[in-house]
């Protein structure tokens, strides 16, 4: 009988230290992707700050393009229409979001005013008087320096996801993240050469082209 109950100590003891085992184990891999969660809250919060900046730049810099004589109307409409539409988009400027769809339109509306203001570039080089004055070329000389930002931000936001995704679908975070709120997070989707953030060039012009 005494042999009996030291078994089952022994056996009680060695439950209680593999249950005192999985729950660290479980803990620190649950204190691990908070620790991930809230990095890539962080870097969406960077992101959206250089999106931010170029949008408060836009105003400035179609009030100053407007002011050239017989300037293309259509393509400031362009610009402000884009500006417009990405304030339309709802999302969370402090977290980073878990739905695919609405990461996706959050960034073709970003997608739609930068190629506005590519479009509002090219059509500059033609106003010569424009692009000399220092206005121009300090506002310029900001949205070159945005671009690369943002190019830059968007990348260490993916690098965020993918470390945070792939905690939450290892071992042993796999089997309880869903119930805890840990859920997958979308990439923006990446365009050729995107792992580089872009060169801004100057022409003679002082316009900006992105280089390959």
Known sequence: MKKILIALGVAL?????????????????????VSLSQATDSHWAQVQNVYQRRADLIPNLVSTVSGAANFEKSTLVEVTQARASV?????????APTDPAQLAAFDQAQGQLSSALSHLMVVVERYPQLTATENFRDLQAQLEGTENRIAVERRDFNQAVQDY??????????IYAGMFGFQPKPYFSAAPGAETAPKVQFNFNNAVTNAP
Not at 87 to 95: D, M, R, S
Not at 165 to 174: Q, R
């Open 13 to 33: 003891a060695l439950g209680i230290l593999l249950l005192i085992v999985i729950g660290a184990a479980v803990a620190g891999s649950y204190n691990h992707l």
């Open 87 to 95: 304030g339309q988009v709802k999302i969370n400027a402090n977290t």
């Open 165 to 174: 995704d792939t905690a939450v679908k290892s071992f042993p975070a796999v």
